[in-house]
């Protein structure tokens, strides 16, 4: 059965405002997608991967991570319940442009000698085991609205393309926010910690997991003060800001992953 919410009446910018994170369905956002009443949670996936579902019996809603890269049309999620026929809905990805920074930074965090690549490519292989994290998630969307990690101006925002030193790489998957170093990180949303580490690129960092797939991402720390497994709650410290790792200044990098997809963190802000 495959349903097009748009013909079925459903409209999401007509639809109430709720806490987080935000319906944006732009490539680097989140689509909110209404599932409908059923006695349990639904399954929902999206090429293979599980979504997370939030809300209770009468009315179900499965937030959907939208890849910077993904293209511009129609997606398709499959949906199944207890008490029901499985069924497949659409949404439609609307275009967005972000823009674009030009950065110099030193030239072997650019083109890497052998030895900082195999670093990375090892980190790398450790970091996609962390990303696919996936534990039970929370039943209420409201209770996703997240808490800026440390205040201060946002000096990058999420989806800027970045050329360091002429070469153009990917675009910024997260939101870089400007502090002094030594300024403490918060956590924005109570999380259990699920890695911690000293990385080329990234530096100190702090991933913590928020349940069902969503995950966040803390970066150029220059101390941490949790171990993997902590348990926090919103505002407990993780660490404190730095220049660590690839970095032209003290500020922490902030990502929020949905469904192995970095999205805006900006759309989770109370």
């Known amino acids: ?52 579902v939030v809300g209770d019996s009468s009315a179900w809603t499965a937030l959907v991570g939208i890849p910077l890269a993904a293209p511009v049309g129609t997606a398709t999620i499959e949906v199944r319940t207890s008490d029901a026929t499985p069924r497949s809905l659409q949404y439609d990805i609307r275009p967005k442009k972000y823009p674009e920074q030009r950065l110099r930074v030193a ?38 609205a997240m808490a800026a990690p440390v205040a201060g101006p946002r000096s990058s925002s999420f989806g800027l393309r970045r050329v360091f030193n002429g070469q153009s790489r990917n675009p910024h998957s997260g939101m870089d926010i400007a502090a002094p170093t030594g300024t403490p990180v918060l956590a924005p949303l109570a999380a259990t910690v699920i890695d911690t580490g000293d990385y080329f690129f990234n530096g100190g960092t702090v991933w913590l997991d928020h349940g069902g797939g969503l995950l966040s991402l803390h970066c150029h720390l220059s101390e941490t003060s949790v171990r993997v497994g902590d348990v926090l709650r919103t505002g407990d410290k993780l660490g404190a800001v730095g220049a660590t790792g690839r970095a032209t200044g003290p500020h922490l990098h902030w990502g929020v992953m949905l469904n192995r997809t970095m999205v805006d963190p900006a759309l989770f802000l109370a």
Do not use: C, N
């Open 107 to 144: 030239p072997g965090q650019v083109d890497l000698s052998p030895e900082s690549q195999a670093r990375y490519e090892r980190e790398r292989e450790h970091q996609l085991k962390v990303m696919a994290t996936f534990s039970a998630p929370p039943f209420s969307g409201d209770a996703l």
């Open 1 to 52: 059965m495959l349903i097009a919410l748009a013909a079925a009446g459903w409209d999401a910018r007509a639809a109430p405002a709720l806490a987080a994170p935000r319906h944006s369905s732009v490539p680097g956002g989140v689509a909110r997608i209404p599932l409908g009443a059923a006695a349990t949670r639904p399954i929902a996936q999206q090429a293979q991967l599980t979504l997370l």
